[in-house]
């Protein structure tokens, strides 16, 4: 069974950086198209960026271009969120998520706060 964890997630300034992970296990994570998505507060869920099988291939939300890189390590079963120049508005559940074919599994969620 998939299982997604992520960690990283903190309280920083604006303007500031963090790093998110994501560890996988229970399924075959190099055939994975691996993404991360956000919830704030009464609103829903978005997706923020994304990345191939290969990792070759990477999408990003308009929010997020610019900012925010998504990379992954297939030996290491991991895949991260680069985030720089943090706003206020990135305030969120950062959660990892998988999908293979028509199967698909959430992480937990870890929650980013971006405040002075």
């Known amino acids: 069974q998939a299982r997604l964890v992520e960690s990283g997630g903190g309280l920083v300034q604006p303007g500031g950086s963090l790093r998110l992970s994501c560890a996988a296990s229970?399924?075959?994570?190099?055939?994975?198209?691996m993404s991360w998505y956000r919830q704030a507060p009464e609103k829903e869920r978005e997706l923020v960026a994304t990345i191939d099988a290969t990792g070759r291939r990477t999408n990003y939300a308009d929010s997020a271009k610019g900012r925010f890189t998504i990379s992954r390590d297939n030996a290491k079963r991991t895949v991260s969120l680069q985030m720089n120049s943090l706003r206020p508005e990135d305030t969120a559940v950062y959660y990892c998520?998988?999908?293979?074919?028509?199967?698909?599994?959430w992480g937990q969620g870890t929650q980013v706060t971006v405040s002075s």
């Open positions: 998520h998988v999908r293979i074919g028509t199967a698909t599994a």
């Open positions: 229970g399924f075959i994570f190099g055939s994975g198209i």
